[in-house]
């Protein structure tokens, strides 16, 4: 039996309160999960698989354990939007001091300047592929300036905080300033105000998220021909802080949209070095997953695999529309079609579903260049149903394969390298 827990803590906690009882165990995980953010969960159970794999929520994925496997494998979340906060260091205070030596009258002002807030800055990193850090600690908060001292002493900056986020990160700031208005703001009618701030795309690319708070200044700043000893000096200011939203979109050339099942990872799996899981069973793909085409003459392109719509997702519906935001940046879209109607549905129909779709989601990535990957052709009935599908889209750029015996993956590839194919560093 599959069970649905929050941590590998959480499970072991609640297997050795509870016993061995499936039931029982996942009762107590559930109470666990209660208890930690105050909200009554309905927690889906999976069918029973071997292995472990991730479940969806409507928050994030979750881990899915199954007590029945050595050692109890799991895999990693995926998360690919998060809620953080983020709170910059406040400047240091300027001080108020006199010189106080021996042989030294009237020393005169010697009030050090504090040190500078510390900064937090996001750095797009390629070795983080989601936004899984931050699930289990969402907030980055930098250190303090220190105040200055006597003998003009200025104090310590604070060290800025550097948070790691894949390539294809956007940036929200939110109109709340703590977690619990925003909190309330998502809970409220009008809901919360987001402004996107920054596209993180490029390797090494840093954004300061978050600017420190600028230094005090001492005493003996203000020191003049006319004013010897001033007791003027100013405070440090406070940092930046507020509440953002991370947003992953992958970045890829092309995107493959489709019905669950009608072979979007096969087909990924023969175009590049990619491996997403294959199984019979529907929703497969429960995270996008991006692959390098290599063409001749040293060029590429890149190919995203997200997990299948189905009809009504944009009421929710399936996995809905969570993971559609990972071809908005795609320069063509790839419609996989089960020609063959291998899962009792009509090709026509299923196209024109998947259309209606993506345009519930968005207008803009409706009009994107697209094409018809009419996959399943090894299969009885995928000739006549290709004929009628032409007839009803002659206009279509249609590209007949079958990813499984790798029949027509030559033409498509071509066809790919003249629409994206590029050569890296060129």
Known sequence: MWNVIDSLSSF??????????????????????????????????????????????????????????????????????????????????????????????????????????????????????????????PKLIAEDGKNGAGGRKTGKSGKRVIGKVPPGTVVYRSNAVTVQEAVEFERSDEGIDLEPIADLTEIGQEFVLCKGGEPGQGNWNFKTATNRTPVEHTL???????????????????????????????????????????ASYPFTTLQPVVGVVEFPGFRRCTVADIPGLIEGAHENRGLGHEFLRH???????????????????????????????????????ARFPWKIIANKMDLEGAAENLEIFRSRFPKIDIIPISAESEQGLDDLKQALDNEIGYRPNS
Not at 19 to 32: E, L, M, P, W, Y
């Open 12 to 137: 072991f906690a609640a297997a050795e309160a509870v016993g061995a009882s499936d039931k029982a165990v996942i009762t107590k995980i559930i109470a666990i999960r209660n208890s930690m953010d105050g909200v009554k969960h309905n927690w889906p159970i999976a069918e029973e698989k071997s292995g472990a794999s991730l479940h969806p929520t409507p928050r994030a994925f979750i881990i899915v354990l199954d007590r029945h496997h050595p050692a109890g494998r799991v895999t990693h979340m995926f998360i690919d939007h998060i809620r953080i906060f983020g709170k910059a260091g406040d400047g240091g205070n300027g001080v108020v001091s006199w010189r106080r030596e021996k042989f030294v009258p009237r020393g005169g002002p010697d009030g050090g300047d504090g040190g500078a807030g510390g900064d937090i800055v996001l750095i797009v990193d390629p070795s983080t592929d989601n936004l899984r850090a931050y699930h289990y600690d």
């Open 236 to 278: 440090g200011t406070p940092g930046e802080q507020s509440v953002f939203y991370l947003e992953l979109r992958r970045i890829a050339d092309a995107g493959l949209v489709g019905f669950p099942n009608a072979g979007k990872s096969t087909l990924l799996g023969k175009l590049s070095q990619a491996k997403p899981k294959v």
């Open 327 to 365: 071809i908005t940046r795609c320069r063509v879209l790839l419609f996989v079609i089960d020609m063959a109607g291998s899962e009792g549905r009509d090709p026509i129909s299923d196209l024109e579903i998947l259309r209606r779709e993506v345009k519930e989601y968005d207008d803009d990535l």
